[in-house]
């Protein structure tokens, strides 16, 4: 077998920052998307058919807020990394006829205008740019305050024609059937618009609409799935599992899979332990030495690395946050927001050398980025049985993306090869206008409860997709 190289070219030089263009919806171009995008959606990212359960919910909500009687956020969750392009397909395409049969017709076809990281635009190819805000999608930063882009949020949720989607995760989370931790900015955006409404005089109420978003996995793509586990294996050096004319058993699957997790953890913990004097919890007899305490001590050392290499002070923040202040930094020097025309040589050759560190600091940041979702329980707990091949889909996919993110790889190298039919639940709504007495009393536990039953609501979509695929 070959010597595999890193998956991804490292960034050595600074590069002039992507400028988007100002959001606003163009209406040919959202024309022509609708018939685009089921095809893209079947024959690039493999969708072979979107359900919803549960329909009205939806309906009714932009019903509603086409009646002018409610301000709507579509608060979707984020678990796979298609799911803007899918929404596309589900507000453009799918609801208008949806309403339709149910005899709720609606009274235009209402766009959803998407918020994403400002950082898709430099990942992101020309066409993502091209793209974004022409069908209306609005950046944000998670840790830098950004008034044009708050300001232009505000105004969408407080008097645009279309309800505005974002994830609260605050980005992907990998896992379909558990709930992650929620971020608090939707609830506080939707606050913020309700404020607004009612400064102005005006009745309507800002609700949340909680969209659960779940895959099913084509079994009859068992096979690839069975060939990515023997990739792995080779890949980490591992015994590989000789040809079987019959799928593997879920007990030789469980076995195999844990074994490959077993071997990147262990080659994570030599990687930080060779490189950087890390001390793995396995080699410390005071220490939990659990799966799963070992991955999650890794992550605020891999974290720390980043932050030395960036010069950034962690203080009291969670994973999350550092990793997302990690993210801000690495891309400023990458894509300096002020390229200075007319350096000399070496003031050019230093900021390229800014560049290429913050490239290899920001490897350590899309470790925790994947594995601060890892449940290792997540594949032996599927219930019922029938879900138990999309875990199995999700967590081996996951798996290939820890190696190539260990081999220099970000979510753009995450493999997106198996046949799927999305299945989406929304909730019932979250009226945050009706908490605007307790929210003027206390911001922060009015903030922190709506955010806790936002989750609550999730866990019922969640429940209701297990109950619906038994």
Known sequence: MAKPGLVAKPIGRASARHRLAPSKINEPLVWWGRFVIPVYLRLALQFRGVEMLFPERLVDAVRDFQQHRTRLIVAF?????????????????????VAQTLGRPLAYRSHLRPVHDYAVALWGDAVIRFLLPRVGALPVYHVKFDSDSLNGIRAVMRNGPCPLGLAPEGQISYHSETLPRIEQGTVRMGFWCARDLEKAGRTEQVMVLPLSV??????????????????????????????????????????????????LLALTEAFYTGTYGYKAPIDDPEAPSTRHD????????????????????????????????VRLEGWERIFPESLTMGQSPLEAALADRRAGEAWYAMRHMELVDLMSYHDKTYLTAATPEALFFDRLVETVTTLEDLAARLRGGNITNRPNRIRKRAVLVPGVCLNLSEQMPAYRQDVRQTTDMMTCELARRFEECIKEYRNGQS
């Open 294 to 325: 070992r991955w999650m001590a890794i992550h605020p050392f891999a974290l720390s690395v980043a932050e030395h290499l960036l010069g950034i002070d962690p203080k009291d923040e969670d994973s999350i946050q550092r990793m997302y202040r």
């Open 77 to 97: 969750r984020h678990p796979y990394g298609d799911e803007p392009q899918l929404l596309f397909h589900v507000f453009e395409n799918m609801v208008p006829r």
């Open 214 to 263: 779940h895959y099913r996995f084509d079994p009859r793509d068992a096979r690839k799935i069975h060939a990515s586990i023997a990739r792995l294996e080779a890949l980490c050096g591992l015994p590989v599992a000789g040809r079987s004319s019959e799928f593997p058993k879920r007990n030789s699957l469980l076995l195999r899979v844990e074994a490959i997790e077993c071997r």
